[in-house]
């Protein structure tokens, strides 16, 4: 089975602050990956697939890269809406593979 | 706006019974395959089960596998997770989500969880 590994696992920011998140998997997965916002008490968005592709009206401050096991998520300038936790998602044509977190909070 | 409204969590015993229900509203349900994501206390996100947009294919995590059955009806906009032979690590928030466009295994609308807690 495939592993993801995000890091770090805790990070403290500032509004205003560029932020950079990373997901590595376990073996090559190209580019199928996802990453995900998810606020206290709700479900997650959905922000990027394809490892770098915008899902239709998340902002442009969030951009993905990467391939086949090194990604990144990087939110250009943080925003209070943006103090959550974010995930990485591996998903195939037959599985879904969650990492485990990231948590985004104020310094 | 596309909305998923989960229902059924509650309190129940190991080796009982519980229906999770997930209403669908605003986009053809019919369309979607949808699935359960659940989320145990203070942990991420793990992939349960999931259910083609006709309801003739199923797919399942090797720990539930067994246990748990997911269908779905589409006259009625509602997908289903019966879970029997419940254990304390099945506790946790149990998601419905929609697949974006074709795809099983990538999500793109949420809802907002039920509760699943087992003790005795």
């Known amino acids: 089975d495939i592993q993801m590994t995000q890091s770090p696992s805790t990070l403290s920011a500032s509004v205003g602050d560029r932020v950079t998140i990373t997901c590595r998997a376990s073996q090559n997965i190209n580019n199928w990956l996802a990453w995900y916002r998810q606020k206290p008490g709700k479900g997650p968005e959905l922000l990027i697939y394809?490892?770098?592709t915008l899902e239709t009206g998340v902002p442009l401050r969030f951009s993905g890269s990467g391939s086949g096991t090194e990604f990144t998520l990087t939110i250009s300038s943080l925003q209070p809406d943006d103090f959550a936790t974010y995930y990485c998602?591996?998903?195939?044509?037959?599985?879904?593979?969650f990492g485990g977190g990231t948590k985004v909070d104020i310094k | 706006e596309m909305q998923l409204l989960e229902s059924g969590g509650g309190l129940g015993q190991p080796g009982g019974s519980l229906r999770l229900s997930c209403a669908a509203s605003?986009?053809?349900?019919?369309?979607?395959?949808m699935s359960w994501v659940r989320q145990a206390p203070g942990t991420g996100l793990k992939w349960i089960s999931s259910?083609?947009?006709?309801?003739?294919?199923?797919y399942y995590a090797e720990s539930v596998q067994g246990r748990f059955t997911i269908s779905r009806d589409n006259s009625k906009n509602i997908l289903y997770l019966q879970m029997n032979g419940l254990r304390d690590d099945d506790t946790a928030v149990y998601f419905c989500?929609?697949?974006?466009?074709?795809?099983?295994?990538?999500?793109?609308?949420w809802g907002q969880g039920t509760t699943v807690a087992v003790s005795s």
């Open positions: 605003a986009f053809s349900f019919s369309r979607y395959a």
């Open positions: 989500a929609k697949g974006r466009l074709r795809s099983v295994f990538l999500y793109s609308v």
């Open positions: 998602q591996y998903y195939s044509t037959s599985e879904a593979t």
């Open positions: 394809r490892a770098s």
């Open positions: 259910i083609s947009d006709a309801g003739d294919k199923t």
